[in-house]
């Protein structure tokens, strides 16, 4: 399944719920596009819901982390919700947890925000 990612407002963040898989290509394009058009609109605080994103590959985990630094870049956060068993088991294995910043449900991220 193709990623694809809708955008909505909650207060001040932007939050993308995601769905498919993060991989190499059209997949982490997507995400990289999505990332950076939130930047550029100068959407500072970013939430990417993950809850129905079941396969992340390595070239995602690198989209999730350029997305990351980028926001921090241009002063802002980004932060991943609702990883399933699969995605988090990955970030676990990669040893990223320190990376970024993941919460457990939205309403923890929403109030994480500075």
Do not use: P
């Not at 207060?11 to 991989?23: M, N, P, R, W």
């Not at 982490?28 to 959407?43: K, P």
């Amino acid at each position: 399944m193709l990623l694809q990612g809708t955008c909505r407002e909650v207060g001040e963040v932007a939050v993308v719920d995601f769905s498919g898989k993060i991989t190499l290509g059209e997949g982490s394009a997507t995400l990289r596009h999505t990332i950076r058009e939130l930047i550029q609109a100068g959407r500072r605080k970013i939430l990417l819901n993950l809850e129905d994103v079941d396969y992340i590959d390595s070239a995602g985990l690198g989209e999730l982390a350029g997305g990351c630094m980028a926001a921090r870049k241009a002063g802002g956060e980004l932060k991943l919700v609702n990883l399933t068993r699969r995605v988090s088991d990955l970030l676990q294995i990669a040893r990223l947890f320190s990376v970024f910043d993941v919460q457990a449900d939205e309403a923890a991220a929403l109030r994480s925000f500075r």
